[in-house]
């Protein structure tokens, strides 16, 4: 490669780095993010390809990025810089959390229904006991001795079975 064309690559890359800086720094303030930056782009100039989250709150609400860092390479494929690119995910990120809100909803709602099924079931259980106890104080009223005998333990078997 002569000397003008592998500049043009130099001028290129650097207007690439210096732009992206400006953005992200612009994007990302604060001294620990600023540092996080500027490894990245030390990784992706030593020649890396990666991409990263990065999340940071505006006055619009926080806002979040994937931030993909290319090396950037001449006709011949040598390295000589690098570059990135940077896509909003916001609204892909809040419509993943309302997902899972909405999903959390249903398993509330199912869980709730469950309750009302179980609970259900015990009151219709107790509602038949005491049908079979109802049932049998009416016929006692007018038994002998011996058949009430007899009418007593049908209710203590209804119990002992309603019970366990």
């Given amino acids: 490669m002569d000397a003008s064309l592998a500049l043009q690559y130099a001028i290129i890359a650097i207007a690439v780095v210096v732009s992206a800086w400006v953005v992200l ?5 604060g001294p620990v993010r600023k540092a ?5 782009w030390d990784r992706a100039i030593g020649g890396e390809d990666f991409h990263v989250a990065e ?3 505006s ?8 931030v993909r860092f290319n090396p950037l390479r001449d006709r011949s494929g040598q390295h000589v810089g690098a570059f990135v690119i940077v896509y909003d995910v916001t609204g892909r990120i809040n419509e993943q959390a309302r ?4 999903e959390e909803r249903v398993r509330q709602a199912q869980k709730i229904e469950s309750l009302g099924q179980l ?10 006991l005491l049908m079979v106890i109802s049932g049998g104080l009416e ?5 002998a001795p011996a058949r ?5 333990a049908g209710m203590r078997q209804a119990v002992e079975k309603g019970a366990g």
């Fill in 36 to 40: 996080r930056i500027r490894g990245y």
């Fill in 25 to 29: 720094k612009k994007q990302f303030p």
């Fill in 148 to 152: 009430r005998e007899k009418v007593i």
């Fill in 99 to 102: 997902l899972v809100e909405a």
């Fill in 119 to 128: 609970t259900g079931g015990v009151a219709h259980d107790f509602n038949n």
């Fill in 59 to 66: 006055d619009t609400g926080k806002r979040h990025y994937d």
């Fill in 139 to 143: 016929v006692m009223e007018g038994l």
């Fill in 55 to 57: 999340s940071h709150e």
